[in-house]
């Protein structure tokens, strides 16, 4: 078939096998810009001319992790120079901070220390419940749940309760990284496996917990092995509908082992992050929102990456030493003056909203 | 009409300029002002085919060095942030001993060109810039100096008592290989006011082109934009170049140059807005491809926009990544983070990405190798 017509018939409806998606993802012509434009068309006729974002706060617990991924310029192992470990007053005095801005989620960003147990996690639940009540806390992903049930020898299901009964809002889908085995086991082989990583999510959704899902990507996977991970999230959103939105992580290489050792590329090409976007947006025919991550690609790419598909700018962050230790240099606090800047330059309107995507009503930002 | 919110007239017209219509200003202004996604992807993939057509398939660099031989200027344009004056902590001048010796590293790096950019220091004269070029050449002969522009041959001149052609010529006696497009900021006597008040007038600029071109000294062609000037300031620029490109066919290539704002005077006083968006950066490469039919080549800037946007100027009309630079501090002085060094595997992985191949040029567009 040709190009023009899968993308019409995609737009019209038809949804795409992982055998077509990869074969968008793998364009490198101009075509790339066809495929753009009809992701923009689906995503104005899914969403509108809505480009939202979430008021919330990043929270950093601790720099000291026991996975020490290859694509993290980030976590520490216990003793090295430079780590910290935030106790309950300075995680209070963080989250109270979140609450005097007005923050309606609170996301803490923590290495897995290799100490945490089940009861680290509710006690850092609770305590930013405590300090900023009624926000959002959007925390710990599979993989955390999933070290601390296997150290308890409890069942994954019964961390996710007892995360909920402390106060958790939504779990976090990152860890995700690509879920595919052999290319975890390059980039993040002391992470929890794909299998795991997908029936803590469903569990997590059947319990009425939703997520976001992600992909981090541009260390060094194929298209196919993209492909195959987009195609893991649609099958779950399928039975679930518990993800909220994609999120693209793309790979920041500066500072990170993988790319220091000369075994991963520097980071995705324009092109790349274009047509991931793009495609996710045809793909993921269930997903409501595709963000873009302005900590990641910058101001610049967010503008034409609004244009190919997206609809969500994230969050204001307020602070992510995650994207800067990485060696990224836009990643500190989203001012929604510059957000609503790049938003109105597409004519679009910026909006926004919780964590589950409730619109809130605010009067428009000043575009600066 | 309302272009922007027509698309099957956006469509129509692209393929007009394809048959070989040449787009008039409004037209142009029209592209420049799209926001849509089909629109913006079906312009840029127009600006695409063209420079198929025009160019065929390689992306071309060029391995040179950058020199700034001083920061000392007499101007303060409020674009800049690069800009000292003498008794300022971290102002600097080399010597002509400096120079030689940076030539000469830059010789055994292996380069074909030195670009040397400075400021216009308060004691240069005509004489000035001409031992520095002999300098160059001294340290690096046989390398392409590519030197100067027109507010700095208006400054030298003035400084010396000579015309500008007699400053074009004693330079040409230096080592001038090719003159720098640059001090061209927006060709519009009212931006120019406010954005570079000390610079010279559009007409002064243009006219120093021409004589430049007429000498047979070639040079590039540039535009900053992203401070605040309108669509129509950037399309009037753009048609001041297509219409000397047109009389000498003396450029060699258009280089776009985004707004770096962070550090800048203009900005920090609320004056210039935080640069273009990539919306305006992908639009003005890609219109700067449709309506300048009279040049060959358009540069993506990675030290302005990074490596990820320059990867889709080059499916939107570009065709060249410029030069491996090595130093850099006018865009890092501005606050710019894209580095002062790009390597050219790096290129070859961003071209051979886009399934074209990387070819090393020289200033002038012969090949190297």
Request: proline share 4%.
């Amino acid at each position: 078939m040709d190009l023009r017509t899968l993308l019409s018939d995609t737009v019209a409806g038809h949804r795409l096998t992982p055998g077509e998606a990869r074969r968008l993802m793998e364009v490198t012509g101009r075509e790339a810009l066809a495929i753009a434009a009809a992701a923009d068309e689906v995503r104005e006729e899914r969403v509108g001319d809505r480009v939202t974002y979430v008021r919330n706060q990043n929270l950093h617990v601790t720099n000291i992790c026991k996975n020490l991924c290859g694509f993290c310029g980030f976590g520490r192992p216990p003793g090295a120079p430079g780590t910290y470990l935030h106790g309950k007053e300075e995680i209070q005095r963080r989250a109270r901070l979140g609450a005097e801005r007005g923050v309606t989620e609170i996301c803490p960003l923590s290495g897995v220390h290799p100490g945490f147990s089940v009861e680290s996690y509710t006690d850092l639940v609770s305590w930013i419940r405590e300090a900023a009540p009624g926000v959002d806390v959007h925390f710990c992903s599979p993989e955390e749940v999933s070290f601390v049930a296997e150290k308890a020898g409890v069942s994954t299901r019964e961390v996710l309760e007892r995360l909920r009964a402390a106060g958790l809002g939504t779990l976090q889908g990152t860890a995700a990284e690509i879920l595919v085995d052999e290319v975890r086991q390059v980039i993040c082989p002391r992470k929890c496996d794909t299998a795991t990583w997908l029936r803590v999510i469903r569990e997590a959704h059947g319990m009425g917990i939703r997520s976001t899902a992600t992909i981090m990507y541009g260390a060094g996977e194929s298209a196919a092995d993209r492909v195959t991970h987009l195609d893991l999230l649609r099958g779950v959103q399928d039975e679930t509908g518990g993800f909220t939105e994609l999120v693209p992580l793309t790979y920041v290489h500066r500072n990170t082992p993988l790319y220091r050792a000369g075994k991963a590329p520097a980071g995705a090409t324009g092109r790349e992050d274009l047509l991931l976007i793009a495609v996710a947006r045809l793909f993921l025919d269930n997903f409501d929102h595709v963000q873009v991550s302005w900590g990641k690609v910058g101001p610049k790419m967010v503008s034409l990456l609004l244009l190919a598909g997206a609809d969500d700018l994230g969050g204001t962050m307020f602070e992510d030493e995650v994207s800067v230790d990485a060696g990224a240099e836009d990643a500190a606090f989203m001012d929604p003056a510059a957000m609503a800047r790049i938003v109105s330059d597409l004519g679009r309107r910026l909006v926004r909203r919780t964590t589950s995507y409730s619109l809130l009503d605010d009067p428009p930002a000043d575009p600066a | 009409m309302s272009l922007e919110h027509d698309l099957a007239g956006v469509v129509r017209l692209l393929d007009d300029v394809e048959d070989g219509h040449r787009l008039s200003r409004n037209e142009a202004a029209g592209l420049l002002a799209a926001t849509t996604g089909p629109a913006v992807h079906a312009i840029a993939a127009a600006a695409d085919r063209a420079r198929a057509a025009r160019t065929g398939e390689a992306i071309t660099f060029v391995r040179n060095q950058n020199l700034n031989v001083t920061n000392l200027c007499v101007n303060r344009c409020g674009f800049c942030g690069f800009s000292r004056r003498k008794g300022d902590p971290d102002a600097f001048r080399l010597s002509l001993d400096d120079v030689r010796e940076a030539a000469e590293l830059a010789r055994s790096r292996g380069v074909t060109e030195i670009c040397t950019v400075s400021g216009l220091a308060p004691d240069f004269t005509g004489e000035t810039y001409a031992a520095i070029l002999e300098a160059c050449r001294a340290g690096a002969p046989g390398v392409h100096l590519h030197a100067g522009n027109p507010q700095e041959i208006a400054y030298g001149a003035a400084r010396s008592g000579w015309t500008t052609a007699e400053q074009l010529e004693r330079l040409r006696e230096a080592g001038l290989g090719s003159l720098c497009g640059t001090a061209a900021e927006i060709l519009v006597d009212p931006v120019r006011r406010r954005i570079c008040p000390g610079k010279v007038p559009t007409a002064e600029w243009v006219r120093i082109i021409r004589e430049a071109h007429g000498m047979g000294v070639r040079s590039t062609a540039t535009i900053l934009y992203g401070v605040g000037e309108s669509v129509d300031d950037r399309v009037e620029h753009l048609s001041v170049l297509r219409e000397i490109q047109d009389e000498t066919g003396g450029f060699t290539e258009f280089v776009p140059l985004s707004f770096i704002h962070q550090n800048t005077p203009l900005y920090r006083a609320g004056k210039a807005p935080a640069g273009a968006t990539g919306r305006e950066d992908l639009l003005l490469t890609a219109v700067a491809r449709l309506f300048l039919d009279n040049f060959e080549h358009v540069q993506a800037s990675w030290v302005k926009v990074g490596t990820k946007l320059s990867s889709l100027l080059l499916l939107a009309g570009a065709d060249d990544l410029g030069g491996t630079l090595y130093e850099e501090h006018i865009t890092s002085a501005a606050g710019g983070t894209g580095g002062s060094y790009l390597d050219p595997a790096e290129m070859e992985r961003i071209a051979a990405d886009l399934g074209r191949p990387l070819v090393e040029r020289t200033t002038l567009y012969g090949r190297v190798g």
